[in-house]
């Protein structure tokens, strides 16, 4: 009998730790290339994702940073190098370019103008669904100060932070799915 | 006694639901470059995992749709600028480009005269073989609409379907391994 | 009393095969790309893992195999075309270009000088670091006989080893997390 209570004392040591260990119902993604294409594939999955899953964390580092900028917020920049930088690249959703087929413009434009045509949301469209729905976002900021972007130039969003590696790989090692985009 | 048998029945319970939510031995593949290299690379590794997993599921989205166009069918399209997308979107896997040193098709022929000198299969024989071991291949909806393409233009291929983000986030959060490629 | 005893070892057997399956706190990453900024990506992601997670593995692959080439090794090349292919691929991480922005090598100049000026390693200092906390590297012996490369030219590394995509497979069934770069 003893033998019995202390078998089901180890089975339910055993289990608890195997729960304490289960990943959770969440996706986290490493959104790195600030192309319009791939910003598009990780906000239709993030949104896809936040229908279906407990919970959704996207990270935005190195050219996936310029994504979040807002065109209409201006910030002096004191760095020479931060502020070329930033000039070069895209000011926010509205300015991304294809990763392929891009064409000066010609391409991005084109797509654009089908995704209108056959009902495809937009990325700002994508993007504010993503924040009702809960999605969180995290800036990495290293990415922010290599760039030499300041929060402060980012848009508005529910649920956004700043973070580190350390910050996705916690989130990573807790989540059913994780991709790099 | 009935102590120990209601605890039994508890412990049965957690580990009835651990079981349940235990991913199964699959991987899932997005397929959203449609450059030759990427591709390659795509089913280098779902044909190596279906010798080694229980079950493998590519999901061909965006620029990977393309991939599976059969240049062979020959389809009418009435909406223009789906015409004009087609038109300038690679025509099937041996249309593709490398994402590198593609320099106006010299260095993809290269590397397809590299790759057949070394024996490393083509991209063709590694469809046919994926195939023939059961790796399941869903089209994006949403981009064959975005892309004008329809399921008539497509290859023949043993298990192909057509599906949406949902089936992809639905299979990811039973796979092992999810890749965004 | 028989009756229970057959419960609990039936549990344990069930707990047993759970355990089993469960994966390791480990990180696997596929290195694809050979741009900068992506291996950059790749060597933060991997040496914040390995203070974070028991093991992490690179899969060094495809463009992603001529990072790893040393400088300073100089062997000869029978191939005429494994020689050309040699010299067109960039000789090491100290010669790799950013996937956007390169602008014929002035971006990847600013962005390693922004680098510095920030105190964000460069890419040899991650690699050493990397190499010190035990990620392993595996290199594609498939790529590698593609491009040509030898292991002789391959930078001098504690944790290094040749394997194919099955070798991937195996470990990325046991991972936590698996990126594709």
């Given at each position: 009998m003893n033998n019995l209570e202390q078998k089901i004392k180890e089975l339910e040591q055993r289990v608890d730790l195997i729960e304490t260990n289960q990943p959770d119902d969440k996706l986290s993604v490493v959104?790195?290339?600030?192309?319009l294409d791939k910003t598009l594939a990780a906000f239709i999955i993030a949104t896809g994702a936040s229908a279906m899953y407990d919970e959704v964390v996207m990270f935005f580092t190195?050219?996936?940073?310029?994504?979040?900028?807002?065109?209409?917020k201006k910030i002096k920049k004191e760095d020479i190098m931060a502020a070329m930088f930033g000039k070069m690249?895209?000011?926010?959703?509205?300015?991304l370019g294809l990763s392929k087929m891009h064409m000066a413009g010609i391409g991005t434009a084109m797509m654009k103008s089908l995704m209108k045509k056959k009902g495809v949301m937009s990325l700002e469209e994508l993007m504010k669904i993503a924040g009702e729905a809960g999605v969180k976002i995290v800036i990495c900021e290293m990415s922010m100060n290599l760039m030499g972007?300041?929060?402060?130039?980012?848009i508005d969003y529910p649920n956004l932070s700043l973070g580190g590696v350390a910050k996705f790989l916690q989130e990573a090692a807790s989540s059913k799915v994780s991709l790099f985009i």
């Open positions: 959104v790195f290339s600030g192309d190195f050219w996936g940073t310029a994504v979040l900028r807002d065109l209409k690249l895209p000011k926010g959703s509205s300015k972007f300041k929060l402060e130039e980012m």
